[in-house]
């Protein structure tokens, strides 16, 4: 009897010497209770609610959401969610399309916190656009703007193939 070893090698994660790289400037965008709608980036136009920081590619979610805070003083309750997006031009059409690389919730771990940019598939000139979610209150619903959105860990997961064309 034949014996089989499968080996798959993992993708090792690129470290950046931050001391030798230069940062990069990401452009943030922040809306409350939902994403700003992909059109709004269209035409050198972009959604007044946006935040400028250098950081590297190797910049995590969880550093994004603690940069956020400092900025927005609504976000810092605990159980608030951030939903992140990256907001790309497409390459075949020029239009400009939102996928989803992660959520994080205020003050629990969870799988997305240690993503970076770059693992999730961030390029230069992209940007980032995250909605803030309040916390949930003890019946299941949002407690902020009248919204009953239910909490991400209730909401299908979406998965998505490569997402440039």
Same mark, same amino acid.
């Given at each position: ?10 993708? %090792? ?5 931050? #001391? ?10 922040? $809306? ?10 269209? /035409? ?9 920081? *250098? ?7 969880? #550093?994004? %959401? @603690? ?12 159980? @608030?969610?951030? &939903? ?10 020029? $239009? *400009?399309?939102?996928?989803?690389? !992660?959520?994080?919730?205020? !003050?629990?771990? !969870?799988?997305? &916190? ?11 000139? &992209? ?10 209150? /003890? ?14 860990? #209730? ?11």
């Amino acid at each position: 009897m034949a014996h089989v070893i499968s080996q798959v090698a993992a993708p %090792v994660p690129q470290t950046i010497d931050r #001391e030798k790289v230069c940062p990069l400037l990401l452009r943030i965008f922040v $809306k409350s209770n939902g994403h700003n709608h992909p059109a709004e980036f269209s /035409r050198g136009t972009t959604p007044s609610n946006e935040i400028q920081i *250098y950081t590297w590619k190797d910049c995590t979610l969880k #550093e994004l %959401v @603690t940069l956020i805070k400092d900025v927005n003083t609504d976000s810092r309750k605990k159980g @608030t969610e951030f &939903d992140f997006n990256i907001v790309f031009a497409s390459r075949s059409s020029g $239009k *400009y399309q939102a996928r989803s690389i !992660g959520v994080l919730q205020n !003050g629990s771990r !969870g799988v997305d &916190d240690a993503k970076t940019l770059q693992e999730a598939g961030f390029e230069v000139g &992209d940007f980032i656009d995250v909605a803030i979610f309040p916390p949930v209150d /003890r019946a299941g619903y949002r407690n902020g703007g009248g919204i009953n959105r239910r909490s991400s860990f #209730e909401r299908p997961q979406r998965r998505f193939k490569s997402f440039r064309d």
